[in-house]
């Protein structure tokens, strides 16, 4: 894009400021938990039916696209991010209402603020103020997408798997995920997995304890092993640490009166690109065998967990708990588009990475594509009663995020 096309679309959204800010204070004024995403959902295609896009549908899943269309032919731009939000957990841990959607200090508060419902707002006006500056080439598609916080990437994967092949919208060249980046450039994360481990016992009553075989103390060992091998995982100069950590811990059956048989520990690994789930399974299975063979009487057995889930639209899917590590290169051409696009509106953005797992674990990671995060929000306040977003960032990011998708959408004009 041209210097000027810019300059006019900064102006554009610099007018639009207070529809972007109140767009955004209406996504979190409305609750949109993981498979409740319905109502958020109308609310974004209504807004981008309103500015004018080529195209709006919601897909099966749930999942709500707007496509705008260039003049002619160039790259495919997909702006990303998820519609559903986490529970607010105890309210009175809120200093402002999570569906308030206050406005104080120079801040938007409440719920999903930072993740990711000021992108959302970002994204549709970006796609807008392209459309109207007249987009030379290629084409730009905002999808808001479900299901997000359950993970495995259902909403996201559906859309590409499924959405955009049946509209005959080629796979994107490029992809701007929209999870809470504070306006910096973040290129990629750790992988997630969640696994089981199962130590078995005998039950009895708990008056003779000596009648069973406690699964529960048959579990200690495990949890030891798993401490020693959180200090010998590898380490990556950008993406930093793998990391293991059990999550939780129960006994069945649930009885005071009986020797639980059963004791079910829950694990989170994260990891980098390169570590198989082969070989994060093995380092596990390694431990259970190391106690088997000095303990006649134990038994363990290991598991990926999986997720029955189901989006509000009525999809459903099973799938394992497992989520791809992914990493775009700094040097990659769309990436020094992107950020020469920033440059030329006065942003100087750093290279960064998320700790938490997002969609780009699909895209980015699954099918490899080139991906970055774009975004207002900040990943310090997200998932916490402290969720905000700064306002001034909400119009900035929406300025950036259209100079982003433009450039790469026009530069790739053939």
């Known amino acids: 894009m041209q210097a000027a096309e810019i300059k006019q679309i900064s102006e554009t959204l610099g007018q639009d400021r207070d529809a972007v800010v109140a767009f955004a204070r209406d996504l979190v004024s409305t609750p949109g938990f993981c498979g409740e995403e319905g109502a958020v959902a109308a609310l974004v295609a209504e807004r981008m039916r309103d500015l004018g896009f080529d195209d709006v549908w919601t897909d099966d899943a749930g999942?709500?696209?707007g496509r705008v269309k260039g003049a002619a032919p160039g790259r495919s731009v997909l702006l990303a991010t998820h519609l559903d939000t986490a529970r607010p957990g105890e309210r009175s841990l809120w200093e402002h209402d999570p569906f308030g959607a206050d406005l104080a200090d120079g801040w938007l508060h409440g719920l999903g603020a930072s993740s990711n419902k000021a992108a959302i707002a970002c994204q549709v006006y970006a796609a807008a103020a392209l459309a109207r500056a007249g987009l030379r080439a290629g084409d730009v598609t905002v999808a808001s997408v479900v299901h997000s916080e359950g993970g495995e990437c259902l909403g996201l994967a559906h859309l590409l798997e499924r959405s955009l092949p049946e509209r005959r919208i080629r796979t994107p060249d490029?992809?701007?995920m929209?999870?809470?980046?504070?306006?910096?450039?973040?290129?990629?994360h750790r992988g997630?997995?969640?696994?089981?481990?199962?130590?078995?016992?005998?039950?009895?009553?708990?008056?003779?304890?000596?009648?069973?075989?406690?699964?529960?103390y048959k579990m200690i060992p495990v949890l030891e092993g798993i401490e020693?091998?959180?200090?010998?995982?590898?380490?990556h100069p950008f993406l930093e640490r793998s990391t293991v950590a059990v999550t939780d811990v129960s006994t069945l059956p649930r009885d005071a009166a009986r020797i639980p048989d059963r004791c079910i520990a829950r694990i989170d690994r994260r990891f980098l690109p390169g570590e198989s789930l082969d070989a994060i399974v093995g380092q596990l299975q390694t431990i259970l065998t190391r106690i088997g063979a000095r303990d006649p009487e134990f038994r363990g057995e290991i598991s990926v967990r999986s997720a029955a889930e189901r989006t509000y639209s009525g999809l459903e899917r099973t799938a394992p708990k497992v989520m791809t590590a992914w990493l775009t290169a700094e040097d990659h051409p769309l990436v020094v588009a992107a950020i020469s696009a920033l440059a030329d509106l006065g942003e100087v953005p750093r290279f960064d990475k998320w700790y938490f797992a997002t969609d780009g674990s699909y895209v980015g990671g699954t099918l490899g594509l080139p991906t970055i995060g774009y975004s207002p929000g900040e990943e310090r306040y997200s998932h916490t009663p402290y969720d905000r977003v700064r306002v001034d960032y909400i119009l900035r990011c929406a300025v950036g995020t259209a100079a982003i998708a433009g450039a790469i959408a026009e530069e790739g004009n053939v």
């Open 228 to 235: 020693e091998l959180a200090t010998a995982l590898p380490s």
């Open 178 to 188: 929209g999870d809470p980046t504070g306006l910096d450039l973040f290129l990629g």
């Open 63 to 65: 999942n709500v696209a």
């Open 192 to 216: 997630r997995c969640e696994l089981e481990i199962v130590t078995i016992g005998r039950t009895s009553h708990s008056s003779s304890p000596w009648l069973g075989l406690n699964a529960a």
């Open 174 to 176: 490029f992809t701007v």
